[in-house]
């Protein structure tokens, strides 16, 4: 028996798969200047809502975080600003030489995907002493990729501020405030979209701090050998594991007054989540089987009622999985994915007849 909802002639979004959404942020316009000296306290920040805290990179699996985080944000023509707030006890920084593994140290992290395909994205790390490590990958280290080192965001300006005294384990610190500007310009020639983002346009982005456990010996902080790092986040990873940035959170940028701009749905999400399930599923498949899987049952998934999930074996021995996220008649993009991890959105194209529905 069909339902009679699906002769309804209008756009239906298939129904949604079970995963928790990433994290939302509306990015809203400078209203005046902002000086990088790592104080959050011009007019302009005044009004701008913080992020949510910040949770362990697995989410709810995992305890709360033993010290507050947040960012917020602003853009105007020229520059993407973060800032950041750490809650912190014990200040300490090791690290001063640009572009060494500053995660070493207890940092802030910057994850950014302009056209949230996976790849091409850009990273910034930095400690409580204000050295950076700006790097650059073309393709998420699960599916092959490397860091680019002499990657640098060009005209990029951070600044910390201390709330408190750094390696001085004789007292209690407040914390550190991270300010940074990410000029547009530097952004442009991994962006493959417009940059400075339109209003409205949504970039992937996500921000993640690292901390490690400490003891004192003589009077100076240590980490605590043998332990692993802490790695807080904005929008939960599931896994330990920053490098999947289909997890990133959305920032939405908008000329909209605060207050006055809802986060937009994005409507390719639940496409997005049921491929990335077909890819990590066809991973594991070929690491048990030697090759792809070539249905969907090989893979034990079921495409969503109404929209079809499309694998195809390519010539040269790859796959692909599409999926078209809306029944009825109504506009959508096709969403796809392949081994790497890439997931492209085409053409709006008009859905003008009721697709089949599929009965698992
Ligand atoms: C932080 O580092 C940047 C770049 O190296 C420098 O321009 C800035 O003055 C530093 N300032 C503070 C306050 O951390
Ligand atoms: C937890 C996690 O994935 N951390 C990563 C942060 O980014 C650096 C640089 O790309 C990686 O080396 C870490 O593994």
Redesign the pocket.
């Known amino acids: 028996m069909r339902h009679a909802a699906w002769l309804v002639p209008i756009a239906l979004a298939c129904l949604p798969a079970a995963d928790a959404p990433p994290r939302g942020y509306v990015c809203h316009r400078a209203t005046g200047p902002i000086a990088i000296?790592?104080a959050i306290d011009e007019p302009a920040w005044a009004g701008v809502p913080w992020s949510d805290p910040f949770v362990d990179i697995e989410g709810d699996l995992k305890p709360r975080p033993r010290h507050e985080t947040r960012v917020k944000m602003l853009w105007d023509d020229e520059h993407y600003y973060i800032a950041a707030k750490l809650d912190e006890p014990d200040l300490r920084g090791s690290i001063t030489r640009?572009d060494a593994v500053i995660f070493r140290d207890n940092d802030f992290e910057v994850f950014i995907d302009p056209d949230g395909d996976n790849h091409e994205y850009v990273e910034l790390e930095l400690n409580a002493l204000?050295t950076?490590w700006d790097l650059s990958l073309k393709v998420p280290y699960r599916d092959g990729g490397k860091a680019d080192d002499s990657y640098e965001i060009a005209g990029l300006?951070?600044?910390?501020?201390l709330s408190g005294t750094i390696n001085r384990p004789d007292d209690r610190d407040e914390g550190w405030s991270v300010e940074i500007a990410i000029p547009w310009k530097s952004l442009a020639p991994v962006a493959h979209r417009p940059c400075p983002p339109r209003d409205g346009d949504q970039w992937r982005v996500n921000f993640s701090r690292v901390q490690w456990r400490h003891r004192v010996e003589a009077g100076a902080y240590e980490t605590v050998p043998g332990t692993k790092e802490d790695n807080w986040v904005w929008s939960p990873q599931g896994v330990v594991d920053m490098h999947r940035p289909e997890r990133w959170g959305y920032v939405q940028f908008t000329k909209g007054e605060v207050g006055r701009v809802a986060l937009a749905a994005d409507p390719t999400r639940d496409a997005r989540d049921r491929l990335v399930r077909v890819y990590e599923a066809q991973k594991a498949f070929k690491a048990g089987q030697g090759r792809w899987a070539a249905t969907l049952a090989e893979l034990d998934i079921r495409s969503p009622r109404g929209c079809p999930i499309d694998l195809k074996i390519l010539p040269g021995g790859t796959y692909e999985a599409s999926m078209v996220p809306t029944v009825g008649v109504g506009q959508s993009r096709p969403v796809s994915i392949g081994p790497d991890s890439r997931i492209e959105v085409g053409p709006v194209r008009s859905v003008p007849h009721f697709r089949q529905m599929i009965d698992p």
Not at 157 to 161: D, L, Y
């Open positions: 000296d790592g640009h204000n950076t300006r951070t600044a910390v501020r």
